[in-house]
């Protein structure tokens, strides 16, 4: 049985942590078992399209600054309303993760930056063992 927890992350956690778990999920010489990667796989499915849309809209908000454009405020304006959304909170129900099963003494390819962007999932690192979770059988 996996469990889903609904885990409350700024938007602006979501691009390390979204790029820890792809980089955990690319690397060959990280050895995890299947379910493991299961639900790796899972929380990036949940995660990316979050990612992928905050990009856009960042892009957005780029372009309503003009080359040479010497207008302060509207300039300043632009850059308010993209920190309003990198502090804006979300919850998202993500399948958390074993310390023990990341196998941190074998995978030396995870990395402490890894384990830091990925804190709000990791179980016995202060994540959501203190959150209540949804249980849901894998098929």
Do not use: C, W, Y
């Not at 990036?44 to 990009?55: K, M």
């Not at 995978?107 to 063992?129: S, V, Y």
């Amino acid at each position: 049985m996996s469990k889903i927890v609904s885990v409350e992350l700024p938007i602006s956690t979501l691009d390390r942590m979204t790029a820890a778990l792809r980089a955990i999920d690319a690397h060959d010489a990280i050895q995890l078992d299947g379910l493991v990667r299961l639900d790796i796989a899972r929380n990036i499915n949940v995660l990316l399209p979050e990612v992928e849309a905050f990009a856009r809209q960042v892009g957005r908000e780029h372009r309503k600054i003009k080359p040479g454009n010497e207008n302060i405020d509207s300039n300043n304006k632009v850059a308010e309303e993209i920190e309003k959304m990198r502090a804006r909170v979300m919850t998202f129900d993500l399948v958390p993760l074993d310390v023990g099963k990341l196998r941190l003494d074998d995978n030396k390819r995870i990395t402490g930056e890894m384990i830091a962007a990925l804190a709000p999932i990791l179980t016995d690192f202060g994540g959501p063992a203190k959150r209540s979770a949804v249980s849901s059988k894998r098929k």
